[in-house]
């Protein structure tokens, strides 16, 4: 994932979820995937998927029960 397309991730997630606190970050030695964070607060993985010659992206988000209490 090269910056032009983070840049394009971090506007399309900031867009659709109407959010502006929304980050899209590059991770460090990792080039198929990104950071997403809402202010300061990680939130969850951006994956790359170039299977079948299709571009897609892959959001993955972990929620602990302790975060529901």
């Known amino acids: 994932m090269d910056l032009q397309e ?6 399309y997630l ?17 080039d198929d995937s990104a950071e997403v964070y809402v202010g ?4 969850g993985v951006l994956f790359v998927d170039d299977e ?3 571009r897609s992206y892959n959001f ?7 975060d529901l209490e």
């Open 52 to 54: 079948d010659d299709d």
């Open 40 to 43: 300061e607060e990680f939130i």
């Open 14 to 30: 900031k867009k659709i979820f109407s959010n502006p606190q929304i980050r899209v970050v590059p991770r460090p030695k990792k």
């Open 6 to 11: 983070v840049k394009k991730l971090d506007a």
């Open 60 to 66: 993955q988000m972990a929620i602990l029960s302790t």
